[in-house]
């Protein structure tokens, strides 16, 4: 009889452990709202002097999955050169795609079209 209830109670313990329940650790990603996948930067630069550089070019872009990252970047620079009387404006965008490569490595490719204006006062 005890070789009976230790043959029953080796068959049963185990499959009492098949009826355990396991969560999912896989996190089901869920889809964002637009708002949340926006990224927003740029580029602020002076420099005063004798030499005067003014570059202000803000950055907009959107999170298309956790490793590609489209943009437009607009632009306004503006130098002047005293010593030469010399001053120059450019305006224009950019598109731009950044793929992450590794945590906080990444390739960026980008086309530019940027309006040159110039000034020079030491013409004769």
Do not use: C
């Not at 708002?35 to 602020?44: A, R, S």
């Amino acid at each position: 009889m005890n070789r009976l209830f230790i043959l029953i109670a080796f068959i049963i313990v185990p499959l009492s452990g098949f009826s355990q329940y396991y969560e999912n650790k896989e996190k089901k990603e869920e889809k964002k709202p637009f708002k949340e996948n926006l990224f927003f930067g740029g580029i602020l630069g002076l420099q005063f002097g004798t030499y005067t550089l003014i570059d202000i070019s803000p950055v907009i872009g959107y999170k298309v999955s956790p490793r590609f990252h489209p943009g437009i970047r607009l632009t306004y620079q503006y130098q002047s050169d005293q010593t030469t009387n010399y001053k120059t404006y450019r305006y224009g965008g950019s598109i731009f795609a950044r793929l992450f490569l590794v945590q906080g490595i990444y390739a960026q490719a980008e086309a530019e079209a940027l309006n040159i204006e110039w000034m020079n006062s030491n013409l004769e």
